[in-house]
Every structure is written in structure tokens, then in C-alpha cells.
């Protein structure tokens, strides 16, 4: 049974992820094609609107949590003051002069690596003791109404 909720679990993230990847990439391409917005700009802006997207659906839908919703942004927020500096950097180094790589594979590692990090980090930090909590009350109810069988 356990296994099966995981396995549903992951897999809600990865459709709710994929979403987030959508708004993320197309954020990217109108700042970056449309707005000519520098390739690190572009990155942070469509990073932060997918993060408010992905943590919005996955809190909800996917770990379907209880738990105090500021203070799980506040770590999801932590895990984002790491990470945004990270891949802000590694894109602006990967697609500058030097090394010139294109902007679109740098956007496609960056996802990958939040995607993987992110998951790992909502599953055991973020969501890990409020996991199902808004369902429990209702699934754990007695029911006290009589019935005619």
C-alpha cells in the first residue's frame, strides 16, 4: 500500500513538475527571445514563477499537506536561497563568452537538477511529517449515523 502511494506520489510531482517546466521554459523563451532579457535575468524570473506554481500544486495535490503553509515556503524559500544563486551562476558562466553553451541546454540541466533536488527536498524536508494530513481527518471519521440494512 505504501508503495503505492509513492509511486503515485512521484508521479503526481513529475506531471505537476513537467507544468512547472512549461511555465518555466516559456517564461524563459519571452523574456530571453521577446524581451532580450540577459539568459541569467531570464532564468531567475521564470524560475521564481515556476516555483510558485510547482509548490501551490504539489502542497495541495501531491503531499496533500496540512501542515503550516508559510512555514513550508519559508523552507522551500531556503532551499531556493541555495539553489537560485547556484544555477543563476552556472548559467550565466555556461552561456557566457567563455564557454559559450547554448541558452536552452543550460535551461534543460538547470531544470533536471532542480527537479531531481527539489523533489528529494519537499519529500523529506518540506513535507515529510505533514505528508497526507489534509486527508487524515476526514479518512480517519467514524461514521455515527444509523443505517438500515
Not at 16 to 45: D, K, M, T
Not at 67 to 78: D, E, F
Not at 93 to 98: D, H, K, P, R, S
Not at 127 to 143: C, L, P, Q, R, Y
Request: one cysteine or more.
Amino acid at each position: 500500500m505504501e508503495t503505492k502511494k509513492e509511486f503515485l506520489r512521484t508521479v503526481k510531482f513529475v506531471l505537476f513538475s513537467i507544468s512547472a517546466g512549461i511555465i518555466q521554459a516559456g517564461s524563459f523563451a519571452l523574456l530571453n527571445e521577446v524581451l532580450h532579457c540577459e539568459p541569467w535575468l531570464s532564468n531567475l524570473i521564470s524560475l521564481v514563477a515556476s516555483v510558485v506554481w510547482n509548490f501551490t500544486l504539489n502542497r495541495k495535490f501531491t503531499f496533500r499537506s496540512a501542515g503550516n503553509v508559510p512555514i513550508a515556503m519559508l523552507k522551500v524559500a531556503l532551499f531556493y536561497v541555495v539553489f537560485t544563486p547556484l544555477s543563476t551562476w552556472w548559467t550565466a558562466v555556461l552561456t557566457g563568452e567563455g564557454i559559450g553553451w547554448n541558452e536552452y541546454l543550460v535551461l534543460a540541466i538547470t531544470m533536471i537538477v532542480n527537479f531531481v533536488t527539489e523533489y528529494l527536498y519537499d519529500r523529506f524536508v518540506v513535507f515529510g511529517k505533514s505528508i497526507d494530513t489534509a486527508v487524515k481527518s476526514t479518512e480517519n471519521e467514524t461514521d455515527t449515523t444509523a443505517s438500515c440494512n
